[in-house]
T-cell receptor, first 115, second 111 residues
Framework: QQQVKQSPQSLIVQKGGIPIINCAYE??????FPWYQQFPGKGPALLIAIRPDVSEKKEGRFTISFNKSAKQFSLHIMDSQPGDSATYFCAASRNYGGATNKLIFGTGTLLAVQP | DSGVTQTPKHLITATGQRVTLRCSPR?????VYWYQQSLDQGLQFLIQ???????AKGNILERFSAQQFPDLHSELNLSSLELGDSALYFC??????????FGNGTRLTVT
């Protein structure tokens, strides 16, 4: 059973555009929602994360919007650049900070930013 | 650079064989997680160790096993390999239940 659904599967935007990637989760016990960026040949790198007590978090050009009632969260990339071209994964876990931070990942979004 | 080191980077072996993947966590991290990444299954959690003890288990096959040593490095052992085991295997580490930091993975090809 897939617990984190991610869309779209792929996305093409022009330089300077604002790609938006969406994720929906089912388990209301999830309390930690990170986004990872993965380049070919590399491991996923933590980009930004949010807890359910806030509705938005910004770090540089990256913003997470969180809607607890809808059980959805999304990643926005402001002023996107060709260097942002990568695969983006959302994830979720429960009992963050406890004994384990077992992440359940979405299926990934391949983003291409055209110059 | 995440600080998590995985070796080898690539591994090619035949069906039925056994391989060992190694992971050195970031300095100070006590937790090690193993994930499998394949095209059809995405990133799947296999198992977590914390300071030498198994802490959480995912969809890890019985043919697979792992351990964490006193120096905190971890090894993932894959035996009786099948073609379907070909995938990227990632190790991640964290301070307890905090953010996960991934290594660059081991690409396993079973022929």
């Amino acid at each position: 059973q897939q617990q984190v659904k991610q869309s779209p599967q792929s996305l093409i935007v022009q330089k300077g555009g604002i790609p938006i990637i969406n994720c929906a989760y089912e388990n209301t016990a999830f309390d930690y929602f990170p986004w990872y960026q993965q380049f070919p040949g590399k491991g996923p790198a933590l980009l930004i994360a949010i807890r359910p007590d806030v509705s938005e978090k910004k770090e540089g050009r990256f913003t997470i919007s969180f809607n607890k009632s809808a059980k959805q969260f999304s990643l926005h990339i402001m002023d996107s650049q060709p260097g942002d071209s990568a695969t983006y994964f959302c994830a979720a876990s429960r009992n963050y900070g406890g004994a384990t931070n077992k992440l359940i990942f979405g299926t990934g979004t391949l983003l291409a930013v055209q110059p | 650079d995440s600080g998590v080191t995985q070796t080898p980077k690539h591994l090619i072996t035949a069906t039925g064989q056994r391989v060992t993947l190694r992971c050195s966590p970031r300095s100070g991290d006590l937790s090690v997680y193993w994930y499998q990444q394949s095209l059809d299954q995405g990133l799947q959690f296999l198992i977590q160790y914390y300071n030498g003890e198994e802490r959480a288990k995912g969809n890890i096959l019985e043919r697979f096993s792992a351990q964490q040593f006193p120096d905190l490095h971890s090894e993932l052992n894959l035996s009786s390999l099948e073609l379907g085991d070909s995938a990227l295997y990632f190790c991640a580490s964290s301070v307890g239940g905090g953010p996960l930091h991934f290594g660059n993975g081991t690409r396993l090809t079973v022929t």
